[in-house]
């Protein structure tokens, strides 16, 4: 297939040859015409349109339809916005250190950052912000308070929070620091020899903050690791690359980009030794682990160095830079695809063949490529990176999401946390069957509705019956299925106790140890998390894998 590669793309130079004057200058003429036309159509609608015309909204909305045409990933970066995609790809911004949420039109503090200055000063989850520097935030959203929080570092703000359970307010006053998010959000020990990291994101010192936390994990005695990669979605090359370093042999073939401008195309190795290349090692994903985080989990594939366990990735394939443009904004585009060692890519939309409808498809499986691991297994293009073990992921009851949905966890936990002094830790904590049959009182006078994919069905079964004049043929069957489902729902508290508890158990768990105790707290539920160790405590079994048996 590489061979064919090289020979179209030689043919492609020649014909270029042949015919690139003709073709560059009607391309080139095509260009300035068409921008000729647009500056003359936004300057007439401008003048003559019958009602005032926002000129930046409306051009804004014409390059976003523009791009958007493209693939999701080129977008327009303008000057107020530089300073969020800084932050998205440094992992760096001045500010108190919190993540906030809205709950019931309250904004409230979500999470803490463990030794930021909100967790320093007191914050908790679940402090409802009243007012910042004096401006109430009342009608505000979320992003216009994430703002107003963020500044300089070691400027102050003041800000005025109401705790659960209390009638008033308190003023706190912070100091502003450079708040680093982390992109190991938890390295820990599961059992006595294995470990567990959580890789989140792929900023700035991404692969130094991975290389630690093997070494910790190693000195607390890690005899095996898994590398959680689930929902992660990616970020920069360069990361990936390095923290694949982290477990291959230096000098190995790691990514490789290809796109239309051919100097930009680029082989990526792993330049250093690596830090262990031996220990055991599993790696989570997710259907929304994507990019660089495929990146890594392709490359242990390929080289046969870890065992993936979970579902299949994202599939995208796709390399993005960023170009200046005038008044301090940048254009993000996608301008390569990447290989990895195999030689496959794994991009599984097709944005460059649209249907007439201008939606876009995956790539058919009739269409994919095989490829050969360093063992030589099987592993195909086109589609994401299938996991060596697939686990079926948890679907929670409809009752377990509606209490979620509207917030019932949240709360409670706050209350619990109000009530009860400590808690053990993460990993121990459970809740007994009377502290869930207070939950349960709880939630006796709160908002737990909730709808069905049965009762849908029902309404549309009855809707379209009484279209066709046949509803009272088949009234009484229906009234009485619905009085089942009815009786049934009644009864889904108890019905899924243990999936609820699950959930509340680690919402209460990150009250005393944020966001490591709620991560601690699913360790014993966890299917990907349980079949991993399942698959790392057998030695035959792992090795099995890794050699395609």
């Known amino acids: 297939m590489y061979k064919k590669y090289i020979t179209g793309l030689l043919i492609g130079t020649l014909g270029l040859g042949l015919f690139s004057f003709k073709s560059e200058s009607d391309r080139y003429f095509e260009i300035a015409k068409n921008l000729d036309v647009f500056a003359t159509l936004f300057k007439e609608v401008n003048t003559y349109y019958v009602d005032d015309v926002p000129p930046a909204q409306m051009m804004r909305i014409g390059i976003d339809a523009m791009l958007k045409s493209l693939d999701p990933y080129t977008n327009y970066i303008p000057e107020d916005d530089i300073e969020d ?20 039109g309250k904004v409230v503090v979500q999470m803490p950052y463990e030794n930021s200055p909100a967790h320093k000063s007191g914050l908790v989850i679940g402090d409802e912000i009243l007012k910042i520097n004096g401006v109430s935030v009342t009608g505000k959203s979320t992003g216009d308070v994430s703002k107003m929080l963020k500044g300089q570092a070691n400027t102050t703000v003041k800000l005025e929070v109401r705790s659960y359970g209390q009638t008033k307010g308190r003023t706190v006053e912070l100091t502003r620091s450079n708040i680093m998010v982390e992109n190991v959000s938890y390295a820990g020990m599961i059992d006595e020899e294995t470990g567990y990291f959580q890789l989140s994101g792929f900023t700035v010192d991404a692969s130094k903050e991975v290389r630690m936390a093997v070494q910790k994990l190693k000195e607390q005695g890690a005899k095996k690791i898994i590398f959680d990669l689930r929902d992660n979605p990616g970020g920069l090359l360069h990361e990936a690359v390095n923290i694949s370093n982290v477990f291959v042999d230096k000098g190995k073939d790691i990514v490789s980009t290809k796109g239309k401008v051919t100097d930009w195309n680029k082989t990526y190795k792993s330049l250093d030794e690596p830090l262990d290349k031996d220990v055991p090692l599993v790696i989570l994903t997710s259907s929304r682990s994507a990019s660089a985080s495929e990146i890594v989990a392709g490359v242990m594939q390929d080289y046969d160095r870890a065992v993936l366990v979970g579902e299949r990735t994202f599939g995208k394939g796709l390399v993005q830079a960023t170009r200046p443009l005038s008044y301090n904004s940048q254009l993000k585009v996608t301008t390569a695809k990447y290989y990895i060692p195999s030689g496959r890519c794994i991009q599984a939309i097709d944005y460059a063949h649209r249907n007439e409808d201008g939606s876009v498809g995956k790539i058919a499986d009739s269409l994919r490529v095989a490829f050969k691991t360093a063992n030589g297994r099987v592993v195909y293009d086109g589609g994401g990176v299938r996991p060596d073990v697939e686990v079926e992921q948890q679907a929670f009851s409809d009752i377990t999401k509606a209490i979620a949905s509207k917030g019932h966890y949240f709360q409670y936990a706050n209350k619990y946390k109000a009530e009860h002094g400590a808690i053990v830790a993460a990993k121990e904590f459970k809740l007994t069957d009377k502290e869930y049959q207070d939950f349960v009182a709880y939630l006796a006078d709160k908002d737990v509705s909730y709808r069905t994919g049965i009762e849908s069905e029902l309404e549309d079964v009855a809707k379209k019956a009484k279209e066709g004049k046949h509803y009272d043929d088949i009234k009484a069957e229906l009234e009485a299925i619905q009085k089942k489902v009815s009786h049934n729902k009644a009864n889904d508290l108890m019905r899924f106790k243990s999936e609820i508890m699950e959930v509340l158990e680690a919402e209460i768990a990150s009250r005393y140890y944020l966001q490591k105790g709620y991560i601690e707290s699913t360790f014993d539920d966890d299917p990907n998390i349980l079949m991993a160790k399942q698959v790392l405590d057998d030695q ?6 890794l050699k395609g048996n």
């Not at 932050?87 to 919190?98: D, F, K, L, S």
């Open 85 to 104: 995609f800084r932050t998205m790809t440094t992992g760096q911004y001045g500010g108190i250190g919190a993540i906030i949420g809205s709950r019931d």
């Open 540 to 545: 035959q079994k792992y090795n099995s894998y």
